[in-house]
């Protein structure tokens, strides 16, 4: 009985903890795959020299303070990514809260590997005052 | 004896099941589109004669593609939405058979006034392929709307679509008469390594009856 107790109660820890982590930045996701996806692609691989890539990216490792402005506001221009020159004209996302800025920036992090620490709200917040008109 | 002949009893269950799923005949690609009965023969649906130009200013007509099968779709540089994804399927088949001479692909825009034979060249050259191996292609907007069709693919000027264009993701594959053998949707990638299998059978069907 013990045992079974003991088993069961492992199995609810298990699921629970399961289905939090997946829920994590689900808006984040939501948003990526809305706003992100279509060119960078749901992978994050972009396409060939002309939608950089979001994953593995040293761009995004060297330059994540800018993100939250760079996806409100877009970017153009000459940019080196992985060693590769991309110049183009990303539109911005009017409309997008700064939550959720930092869900997307999250969801980034988590599911393309960066190993960078959470941004905060506040730090996205900050980061935005920098492009506001 | 029991526990002995679990195992035999096992694999033969599974050489069964195994075996039955191998398809020993190679089934010919099917003709799609509908068909017509002129003088008692049978018509099947085929790709009508077009002339477009290319990222290089050359003419590409139906007759300059009929020594070769052909994978195309329709597209358009400023597209926010599915093309990307299309495109990045479409490069995982001409990786493929990049080095097959057979093989050509053919990529037409539905935004003439803005794809121009620059933006074209500049597109290919960006995406990293062989001018000479995979067309992008411009010309009449009426006659690209007009083809798309032909290859049950949709492509739509709408003001309220991203963009303005409205068009359908599917990848055709054409054979050297201009018939449509095979057919995948770009945006969804597990419909791609079917298309793969698609494209050696038609070369398959080729080498074997040159």
Aim: net charge negative.
């Amino acid at each position: 009985m013990s045992i079974n107790k003991l088993l069961s109660s492992c199995l609810l820890v298990f699921v629970i903890t399961n289905y939090a982590c997946e829920q994590k930045y689900n808006q984040g996701k939501v948003m990526y795959d809305f706003h992100c996806a279509g060119c960078h692609l749901e992978d994050g691989t972009g396409l060939g020299e002309i939608y950089p890539p979001l994953t593995k990216s040293d761009y995004v490792l060297d330059h994540i303070s800018d993100f939250p402005c760079i996806i409100s506001k877009g970017m153009s221009g000459k940019l080196i990514v992985n060693g590769k020159t991309y110049n183009g004209e990303m539109p911005g996302n009017k409309g997008l809260t700064a939550v959720e800025i930092t869900n997307i920036i999250n969801y980034m992090n988590q599911t393309f590997d960066y190993g960078l620490p959470v941004m905060q709200l506040l730090e996205t917040k900050e980061h935005l005052k920098r492009c506001e008109e | 004896m029991r526990i002995k002949n679990i195992p035999f009893i096992t694999s033969i269950i599974f050489a069964i099941a195994v075996l039955s799923s191998c398809n020993y005949e190679v089934k010919p690609l099917p003709k799609y589109g509908f068909t017509d009965v002129v003088d008692g023969d049978t018509i099947n649906h085929t790709i009508p004669d077009f002339t477009f130009i290319n990222q290089d200013s050359q003419l590409v007509s139906k007759e300059s593609l009929s020594d070769f099968i052909y994978v195309s779709d329709f597209f358009f540089i400023h597209c926010p939405t599915i093309c990307p994804k299309v495109k990045k399927q479409m490069l995982k088949i001409y990786d493929k058979y990049e080095d097959e001479s057979l093989v050509k692909f053919v990529s037409h825009t539905i935004d003439p006034k803005r794809d121009d034979v620059p933006a074209l060249k500049e597109f290919a050259t960006k995406l990293g392929v062989d001018h000479n191996k995979w067309y992008f292609l411009t010309g009449e907007k009426d006659e690209i709307y007009d083809i798309a069709d032909d290859y049950f693919n949709i492509a739509i000027e709408d003001e309220s679509a991203p963009e303005g264009f409205d068009h359908s993701g599917k990848i055709i594959l054409t054979d050297k008469e201009g018939h449509v053998r095979a057919f995948c949707e770009g945006t969804d990638p597990e419909t791609i390594p079917q298309f793969i299998k698609d494209v050696s059978t038609l070369i398959d069907e080729y080498q074997q009856t040159p």
